[in-house]
């Protein structure tokens, strides 16, 4: 019999615990509900100029880490004022490849006359009545093609290559250091 005591016991323990949690929520319930209009607090909150420049400052800082470089050449060496040998070589190749050349003009005594016209770095034969960068070659003299664009008649002679500029002609050696021409 006494166990039924106990086991009402228990069960009265538990019903008036959960009163008591009950009127405990209850009250904290309504205390959070009434929320101040003026909290001593609010000298320390964020205006919203100060949060949009923050905002703006997290958004950079984002932006900052996605960006992929596309620069290839060292960004060190970018800027105009100084150059390496090895920018002016490759400034030098790159103006002679971007030429139309005429090269030599073969002239056999038996045969078709031809005529080397070099342009973006390839050499190619060409003979009278082919289709070239600037036309269609019209005639292969000694020293010079005729040539015709938008039914103009005009003439390219042979070129010789442009001097390197000074500061490459006498370096030869591809040396391990820079060498700056200043």
């Known amino acids: 019999m006494e166990e039924k005591y106990l086991k009402d016991l228990v069960i009265a323990l538990i019903v008036i615990l959960l009163i008591v949690l009950g009127v405990k929520?209850?009250?904290?319930?309504?205390?959070?509900?009434?929320?101040?209009?003026?909290?001593?607090y609010e000298k320390l909150a964020l205006s919203d100029k100060l949060f949009n420049q923050i905002q703006n400052i997290e958004q950079s800082i984002q932006?900052?880490?996605?960006?992929?470089?596309t620069v290839t050449k060292d960004?060190?060496?970018?800027?105009?004022?100084?150059?390496?040998?090895?920018?002016l070589e490759k400034q030098w190749r790159q103006e002679v490849e971007n030429m139309v050349?005429?090269?030599?003009?073969?002239?056999?005594?038996?045969g078709k006359k031809r005529a080397a016209?070099?342009?973006?770095?390839?050499?190619?034969?060409?003979?009278?009545?082919?289709d070239f960068i600037y036309g269609i070659i019209k005639d292969i003299r000694q020293g010079e093609i005729v040539y015709s664009y938008k039914g103009r008649e005009n003439i390219l002679t042979l070129q010789k290559?442009?001097?390197?500029?000074?500061?490459?002609?006498?370096?030869?050696?591809?040396?391990?250091e820079r060498k700056y021409n200043w």
């Open 117 to 130: 016209i070099s342009h973006k770095g390839k050499t190619k034969l060409y003979s009278i009545g082919d």
């Open 75 to 87: 960004p060190l060496e970018q800027n105009l004022i100084v150059k390496t040998i090895q920018d």
């Open 25 to 40: 929520c209850n009250s904290l319930y309504r205390d959070i509900r009434v929320v101040p209009v003026e909290s001593k």
């Open 101 to 110: 050349r005429l090269e030599s003009t073969i002239m056999p005594e038996v």
């Open 63 to 69: 932006d900052r880490k996605e960006f992929v470089f």
């Open 161 to 176: 290559l442009p001097d390197k500029p000074e500061e490459i002609q006498n370096d030869n050696e591809l040396s391990t």
